[in-house]
């Protein structure tokens, strides 16, 4: 099995301000980290990300590749909850506390496949317990770093009556970097909350 690279805040901290990545992304790398000193962060490796190609019938976008390799997640996985996004959306006046799961293919293998195939976007976050929001980076354009947000159901949805793929998807974050500095809670699977120093 492929292995993570695992660290504690200073060993992340040095991935970032090492990583060849501009200024405003290692800030928000850097303030992830901050807020959460006291977890195990990751990175990927080469082999990491080329695994997650090989198993999820994915050519990952440059940007993803670079983000991750710099600093992936934290160990073990936890569910995280956002303070806002950088752009309006249906789910940023949601009521309803929304958990993420946070990871590449971040899906069951079919909803995965519609994605990629229909909405041209790789999973990289989903609704722990919900197939109404999922987080993707844009596979056709692989230039657009943005993390893109749709919802399981609403795609289903698309597909059965026609409608345009495109108008259901939305820009979420600004970048993968962004999506994690947002980060304000994280969960255990047993739950257990961290909140963000």
Same mark, same amino acid.
């Given at each position: ?14 991935? /970032? ?37 090989? @198993? ?15 600093? &992936? ?6 569910? /995280? ?25 971040? &899906?069951?293998?079919? #909803?995965? &496949? ?24 844009? #596979?056709? @354009? ?26 259901? !998807? ?12 947002? !980060?304000?809670?994280?969960? #255990?699977?047993?739950?257990?909350? #961290?909140?963000?120093?």
């Amino acid at each position: 099995m492929v292995q993570h690279v695992r660290g504690d805040a200073s060993a992340a901290a040095s991935w /970032v301000w090492d990583a060849d990545l501009p200024q405003e992304h290692k800030r928000n790398f850097s303030r992830f980290i901050e807020r959460f000193p006291l977890s195990v962060f990751t990175r990927d490796t080469e082999d990491s990300l080329d695994a997650a190609e090989s @198993n999820d019938g994915v050519v990952l976008p440059p940007h993803l590749r670079r983000f991750r390799s710099a600093l &992936a997640f934290v160990h073990p996985p936890l569910l /995280v909850q956002f303070d806002f996004y950088d752009y309006k959306i249906d789910k940023s006046d949601s009521e309803v506390d929304i958990w993420y799961a946070i990871g590449l293919g971040q &899906a069951g293998d079919e #909803t995965l &496949a519609a994605f990629l195939e229909h909405a041209h976007g790789y999973v990289v976050g989903g609704w722990h317990g919900s197939d109404d929001s999922y987080l993707m980076v844009d #596979t056709r @354009n692989v230039a657009d770093e943005r993390i893109f947000e749709c919802g399981g159901d609403d795609l289903a949805y698309a597909l059965e009556y026609g409608s345009p793929v495109g108008n259901i !998807v939305e820009p979420a974050f600004t970048s993968y970097s962004s999506m994690l500095s947002h !980060v304000v809670a994280m969960r #255990t699977w047993q739950g257990e909350v #961290t909140r963000a120093r």
